[in-house]
């Protein structure tokens, strides 16, 4: 079983729908929670972060975690052609080598398509 | 803003060959990694480093070797290059650990390799 699991789907849904995007987790260790976005041929780029369980708002994007379901996800609000694009969940575990740093463990990755 | 930058957006190279690929950060951060992005399998980690000269393997290090000098340059190479690792590669670098989610990683556009 995956660390984390994140339906790929497409998604497409049209202009100004509210979209839901969804991953699921097996390591309770997990204690920070990011959605990163990544157009075609870019890399991906930090949309959000929260740290363990609630909601975060940012403009038409929310994040809520739910540590007790191990459940993560993002909405979007009014959604816009230009939100097209993969959405990558990622927790963050923390590995130790002498010093620390945090790791991330992505999911797959949902691609979402919004049409005009 | 971060600054991720990688040598090469597109690669094509055959097999057998050492192949490098460069990866170069302006922020002068500590931490530095490697992915590779393919598609139903996410980004997953070949090698980080935490300092010039110091790497830990990742999940998938088989096949890889990294370098790094100077702070600033994380090489990825692929010392005989077979078609198995045809991929999406994914340079990130992050700064020193704060224990605060702001160990977000910064992503550079990535470099597509075809090995023929």
């Known amino acids: 079983q995956k660390e984390v699991e994140q339906d790929p789907g497409p998604l497409s849904v049209p202009e100004g729908a509210i979209v839901s995007l969804n991953c699921t987790y097996s390591n309770s260790a997990f204690q920070y929670f990011m959605w990163y976005r990544q157009y075609s041929r870019k890399g991906p780029e930090l949309l959000m972060y929260t740290y363990s369980s609630g909601n975060k708002e940012d403009g038409r994007f929310t994040a809520q975690v739910d540590k007790s379901s191990k459940y993560i996800s993002l909405f979007i609000r009014d959604s816009q052609p230009s939100d097209s694009a993969t959405y990558l969940c990622?927790?963050?575990?923390?590995?130790?080598?002498?010093?620390?740093?945090?790791?991330?463990?992505f999911g797959t990755g949902t691609l979402l398509a919004v049409q005009p | 803003d971060v600054k991720v930058t990688q040598s090469s957006r597109y690669l094509v190279k055959r097999t057998g060959e050492k192949v490098f690929l460069e990866c170069v950060q302006d922020m002068d951060h500590e931490n530095m990694f490697w992915y590779r992005q393919d598609p139903g399998l996410g980004l997953r980690l070949i090698y980080f480093s935490y300092d010039v000269k110091m790497k830990e393997k990742g999940d998938i290090p088989e096949g890889y070797s990294v370098s790094r000098e100077k702070k600033e340059r994380f090489s990825l190479i692929l010392e005989s290059a077979s078609t198995n690792q045809t991929s999406m590669y994914l340079c990130a670098s992050v700064p020193e650990p704060s224990g605060t989610s702001t160990d977000t990683q910064y992503f550079g556009p990535g470099t597509r390799l075809t090995v023929l």
């Open positions: 990622a927790m963050s575990a923390t590995i130790y080598y002498g010093g620390a740093t945090n790791k991330l463990i």
